[in-house]
């Protein structure tokens, strides 16, 4: 069979974030912090003041960089979703709750000019869209006492401790890093699935997390390691279609606002998936292999292999056992 271990890696090195692009993302972030900051001082003084705290992939080192897509003016439009939460933390013994609308007012107004493009009111959020396409999401929280509860429009106030999410992911994740790696690949799969047919709406990044590391597969190798948690993710959803949080609070699932259509959905391109990640683990030829996770899977963006079989390869290094390396001119 031909492994493919090397075209993930190589596939994973594209997704990652730079260090350029992460501290441009985060002069972002820090930008409207200045801005809400002033805002409260200036307008609010009599308020109480924000904190924040960033939260979702970015915390979990999971973002990935989205296909870019080109507006009517063929400028670049990168699509990065950031999430900064802006906490209000009571002072103890006290209560300053506001309604929820008085919140989401707020913060509104504070950002609302900050980039030329009018802010967006989300039922969780307010959202900042910059020009380049990519947005920062801004959940808001009142914290009292240790209690945090999400603003959520339509639903009221809502129990939500982010940091305690994401602490869980990475203390997972840093004992097995290969983790990381794996749901980076199915957001890369995610991108290109719902860019070729906007009728898809996959699972969120969140939910995707919390399928990959209950479901994950150790191997040695990322092709198998990421087929064989995808088919073990499928099986548990075709068992029980169902995504509990592991965290505060707990054993709330995920998926009950599910509608049948969009359950269906990501089922069956989780099955294409699966089916295609099988046919590349049984195939031969690495460029063959390669081809059907670019088709309907990953897309151009996942490395084109080598049109050579894995015997071939075997072949060729067995044939440079004992043959002695060239020096290298830096060499100790």
């Known amino acids: 069979m031909a492994r493919l271990h090397k075209e993930y890696n190589q596939f994973n090195g594209k997704l990652v974030l730079t260090k350029k692009r992460k501290e441009s993302l985060l002069g972002s972030r820090d930008s409207l912090r200045t801005k809400i900051e002033n805002y409260f001082k200036e307008e609010k003084s009599d308020e109480l003041q924000p904190t924040f705290e960033m939260q979702g992939s970015f915390e979990m080192n999971t973002v990935v960089n989205p296909i870019i897509e080109y507006d009517d003016d063929e400028n670049a439009i990168r699509k990065y979703d950031l999430d900064d939460g802006v906490c209000f933390i009571e002072i103890e013994g006290e209560d300053n709750r ?45 914290i009292n006492d240790g ?55 996959f699972p969120s990044g969140f939910e995707m997390a919390i399928l990959i590391t209950e479901n994950y597969q150790e191997d040695d190798f990322d092709d198998n390691s990421f087929r064989l948690t995808m088919s073990a993710v499928l099986e548990k959803l075709n068992d029980k279609f169902e995504c509990k ?52 899977i990953f897309g151009e963006r996942f490395p084109l292999g ?24 830096y060499a100790e």
Not at 115 to 127: D, L, Q, Y
Not at 315 to 323: A, E, F, M, N, T
């Open 147 to 201: 209690d945090s509860e999400l603003a959520h429009r339509s639903e009221g106030w809502i129990i939500s401790e982010p940091k305690e999410f994401s602490d869980w992911f990475n203390a997972k994740a840093n004992k097995k890093i290969q983790i990381r790696r794996l749901v980076r690949y199915a957001k890369g799969w995610k991108n290109y699935r719902q860019l070729t047919n906007n009728n898809l709406k």
């Open 245 to 296: 949080r592991p965290t505060t609070p707990t054993d709330d699932d995920l998926f009950e606002s599910y509608s049948e259509i969009r359950r269906n959905d990501f089922l069956n391109e989780l099955e294409k998936l699966v089916d295609a990640c099988n046919k590349a683990d049984e195939e031969d030829n690495f460029k063959t292999a390669s081809e059907y996770l670019r088709s309907n």
């Open 98 to 142: 506001k309604e929820i609308s008085t919140w989401h007012d707020l913060v509104y107004n504070a950002v609302n000019d900050h980039t030329g493009n009018e802010s967006i009111r989300k039922a969780t959020c307010v959202r900042v869209v910059f020009s380049d396409g990519h947005n920062v999401d801004l959940p808001i929280r009142y």
């Open 306 to 329: 080598k049109d050579e079989s894995s015997k071939q390869k075997s072949s060729r290094k067995s044939s440079l056992i004992g043959v002695p390396l060239a020096p290298k001119p």
